[in-house]
């Protein structure tokens, strides 16, 4: 899917899905952002909740709040009318209850034009999925490690290594595409597992840090760009670096504005 291409839906997942071709999502908080994304033809743009701790500086996804995930969104949304986007429903704007759940998400979709949302959890949250999915909320499942649940699972680390989880995991999976779920994020799983769940399924799933089975992959924008240098973790590759670009532009200007070389006559009016 280049550019100039329609705008994707969610049945466009399926279908990449059917005909073995890699769906290519990331992360974006911002409408400058957003823009570049569209332009360089990424499938799916995850408004995330990790930008409470990229944008906002937090440890945790865990005090993002729906109106933050509206905000950014729509933002988003501004910047990139091709891409499909997805939004994260944060920590309790859909756990509490079914009816809150169809609330809150329905609010995601009226207020920044998105064409779906993405929550975590296997079998437990199946009825929220299919009620939301039966309103016409089309929603993405994530299994793994699902940050909101940081505190359980005992940090960010690997799931599914041992055969009672693993096996539970692929039931959670199966629960989520019974539930009408359009695909389902893995994260942190070895990488057979991946592979196992992903040939399972007649829906699409989407790796990170899940190896190279998965229909499609994603990673944080602000990761792969370079512009987060302190976290390193095994599957991330870095595409960019531009941390050390920023705080070099950054230093030539504050160079030519000390040295007075900046504004010159070109950058002044009569």
Do not use: W
Not at 70 to 91: C, E, K, N, Q, W
Request: proline fraction near 5%; glycine fraction near 10%; aromatic fraction near 4%.
């Amino acid at each position: 899917m280049n550019a100039d291409a329609r705008p994707v839906t969610v049945l466009d997942l399926a279908a990449m899905k059917a005909a073995g071709r890699r769906i290519v999502m990331l992360t974006c908080y911002d409408a400058a952002f957003a823009r570049l994304l569209d332009q360089a033809g990424v499938d799916v743009l995850l408004v995330g909740d990790s930008l409470n701790q990229v944008i906002a500086g937090e440890e945790t996804t865990l005090s993002a709040t729906l109106d933050q995930m509206i905000y950014h969104a729509a933002a988003v949304r501004r910047g990139a009318p091709r891409s499909l986007m997805l939004v994260d429903l944060p920590f309790l704007s859909y756990q509490v209850s079914v009816p809150e759940a169809i609330r809150n998400a329905g609010r995601v979709l009226q207020e920044t034009g998105a064409q779906g949302v993405k929550l975590e959890g296997g079998a437990p949250m199946a009825e929220t999925v299919r009620a939301l999915v039966d309103r016409g909320i089309p929603v993405m499942g994530h299994l793994g490690l699902t940050p909101q649940s940081v505190h359980a699972l005992g940090g960010y680390r690997v799931q599914g290594r041992e055969e009672s989880a693993a096996d539970r995991l692929v039931t959670d999976a199966y629960a989520l595409q019974d539930a009408g779920a359009c695909g389902i994020v893995l994260e942190l799983l070895p990488a057979a597992l991946a592979r196992r769940v992903s040939s399972s399924l007649a829906i699409p799933t989407i790796g990170i840090g899940a190896g190279p089975g998965c229909d499609g992959q994603v990673l944080v924008l602000h990761d792969m760009l370079g512009l987060n240098e302190t976290f390193n973790p095994k599957f991330l590759k870095r595409y960019g670096a531009l941390g050390e670009a920023v705080r070099e532009a950054i230093r030539t200007y504050a160079s030519e504005v000390r040295g007075g070389s900046y504004p010159g006559p070109e950058h002044s009016f009569e």
